[in-house]
Structure formats: structure tokens, C-alpha cells
């Protein structure tokens, strides 16, 4: 069955960086553009980044841009994201997701991961 398998959050200090991977199996990895979307404590969901099947492509939200890079490994089905200039508000529950197709809602996702936290504190 489908998997996405969210790995490598963690506690960091303010300024520091992290780097999220997501391990896809149970389906044809390169053929889906893959997402991150986060959720702060107590808000809802925020796209983060979106990534082409061939990775050729990359969308960012002005909050994580020029920080963030996405980037992905269809040879060995995972998709990364390196996590730079941590800010406190960068605090969330981080996910990936997967869609056919370059999606703008959450609903047209068709595959989630279960998350890895990460924290930004002193």
C-alpha cells in the first residue's frame, strides 16, 4: 500500500538547519508531484513547497522562501527538504504528501505522511 514515512525533525536552535526526507513506497514515485505542508500548534495546515515528478519544477510559500529548498531522489524514492535560517515560527508538524498533478487544495492530495515534528527554540 501506499507509504510516505516522514523522518529527521528535531529540536534546533534559531538560525540552525534541518533536513526533513520523506520515504515513498507502494507507488510510482516519479510520476507524482510531491508536497511539504506544515501545521503550527493550534493553526491549520500551510503549504509549504511542491516539487515536479522530474524535479525539475519547484513553489515555495513567501514564508520559507529564499530558507527552504525541496528536492527529491526518484532513484531511491524520497523527497528531501533542507530547512535553513530556522525561525522560531518555522515550529510545526511537518508532512509530505503526493498528488498527480501540481494541486492548490489540500483535498486533491491523494497520499499523506504521518508527520515529523519539528522545533525551533533556544
Known amino acids: 500500500q501506499v507509504q510516505l514515512v516522514e523522518s529527521g525533525g528535531g529540536l534546533v536552535q534559531p538560525g540552525g538547519s534541518l533536513r526533513l526526507s520523506c520515504a515513498a513506497s507502494?507507488?510510482?514515485?516519479?510520476?507524482?508531484?510531491m508536497y511539504w505542508v506544515r501545521q503550527a500548534p493550534g493553526k491549520g495546515l500551510e503549504w509549504v513547497s511542491a516539487?515536479?515528478?522530474?524535479?525539475?519544477?519547484?513553489y515555495y510559500a513567501d514564508s520559507v522562501k529564499e530558507r527552504f529548498t525541496v528536492s527529491r531522489d526518484n532513484a531511491n524514492n524520497t523527497l528531501y527538504l533542507q530547512m535553513n535560517s530556522l525561525k522560531s515560527e518555522d515550529t510545526a508538524v511537518y508532512y509530505c504528501?503526493?498528488?498527480?498533478?501540481?494541486?492548490?487544495?489540500?483535498?486533491?492530495?491523494?497520499?499523506w505522511g504521518q508527520g515529523t515534528q519539528v522545533t525551533v527554540s533556544l
Open positions: 516539487i515536479s515528478t522530474g524535479g525539475g519544477k519547484t
Open positions: 504528501a503526493k498528488a498527480v498533478r501540481l494541486v492548490v487544495t489540500f483535498d486533491e492530495y491523494d497520499g
Open positions: 507502494g507507488f510510482t514515485f516519479s510520476s507524482y508531484w
